[in-house]
């Protein structure tokens, strides 16, 4: 066992998308097609959503939608530090500085309640994030901008990390206006690179068609795509707006129609390795554990984000290293953002955000994806053990 390499994340890769990626190699479409259109349709049907829009990564797809929207210069989006960079990258590509509130004592999800404070004549939107496959409370959003009589405020839930997940016995998809999905390599359901748009309200905001409207501004702005403008005789589009180029080829579709398939098997696998760890820390009073499921809200097990009771950042990072000396790879979910260079140039400051340096400081993320055995499971397990009461025993 000690030289037994477990990695952090590897795709679940079958012959069932080989396959079907040689089969879209042969047809003579690779970019945006037949095959995207598939994804995007099966997408929405998964998510119990009206439309589903493919594109090229999560990130792509935060943007997208907050152009399409008009969304930036003077306005507001309000957001949360603990996440990704992507989640306020974009804010910034749009002209806009992120207006960040802090997570809930002991959670790593925004503090609804400080929405309804940090809530401005120019707020635009509220990007909330869900975490290592557990959503937001949705309802308790919408609940704030009523209250603050704002429900002009456009609702987008970066749900990078919650493909799969259930709100309230539903898939989540369709709760806020936006939700905007990633299928990087390291995701549950994975084209390579990639993510997706789902939503109900095709006419949102007055659109006539935004779905058409999404799907062009992917494409810089031009009015047909590929597979259109390559039919004889049909040259001629136009160009409607200073659009993107971030729509997802029909490679990257074929990887995830085919995981789509499989992909609530996967999701038992992953569910019974995260009752591995809960099982394995559940007595230890050093170790709180993350949200699995309550009241018809279920994680998509998409990461296992432990936290050790009385660690400080140090031993977080002792403990770290430990693992990876027994060729165990662990990994931190999240360094807050105002923690980086970035952020700290453009004036924040991570004493501001109490509660997300709090979470950060001591939270481990362990190898939790479906091609991991259950007993690899219970050896990370049995060494996370062992390394945190040796660090404890030392102090």
Known sequence: MANKKIPFSPPDITDAEVNLVIDTLKSGWITSGPKTAKFEEEMAKYCETNKG????????????????????????????????????????????????????????????????DAITPKTKAIMTVDFAGVPVDYDKVREVIKAKNREDIVLISDSAHSFGAKYKGKRVGGQMDFHVFSFHAVKNLTTAEGGGITYNNNNFAGKEDLYKELKYTSLNGQTK???????????????????????????????????????????????????VYNNAFKDKDWAIL??????????????????????????????????????????????????????????????????????????????????????????????????????????
Not at 246 to 275: H, P, S, W
Not at 316 to 336: C, G, S, W, Y
Not at 355 to 379: H, R
């Open 53 to 116: 829009v493919a594109i090229a990564s999560a990130t792509a797809g935060m943007e997208l939608v907050l152009k399409v929207l008009g969304i930036e210069g003077d306005h507001e989006v309000i957001t949360t530090p603990y996440t990704y960079t992507s989640t306020s990258n974009v804010i910034l590509h749009r002209g806009m500085r992120p207006k960040f509130v802090d997570v809930k004592k002991d959670s790593f999800l925004i503090d609804e309640q400080k929405i309804y």
């Open 225 to 275: 795509d590929a597979l259109s403008k390559m039919k004889a005789g049909a040259w001629q589009y136009d160009i409607l707006t200073d659009g993107f180029k971030c729509n997802m080829t029909d490679i990257m579709a074929a990887i995830g129609l085919a995981q789509l398939e499989r992909y609530d098997e996967m999701l038992k696998i992953r569910e019974v390795i995260f009752d």
């Open 290 to 395: 993350p949200f699995k499921k309550e009241g018809g809200t279920e994680s998509c097990y998409h990461i296992y984000p432990l936290r050790i009771k009385g660690f400080t950042l140090e031993q977080r990072n002792e403990l770290i290293q430990a693992m990876a000396d027994k060729d165990i790879a662990t990994n931190v979910h999240f360094i807050p953002l105002p923690m980086f260079t970035l952020y700290k140039n453009l004036g924040y400051k991570i004493e501001d955000y109490p509660n997300a340096f709090n979470q950060y400081a001591n939270e481990v993320s362990l190898p939790i994806y479906s091609k991991l055995s259950l007993e690899d499971a219970a050896y990370v397990a049995e060494e996370i053990v062992k390394t945190v009461e040796k660090i404890f025993a030392a102090k």
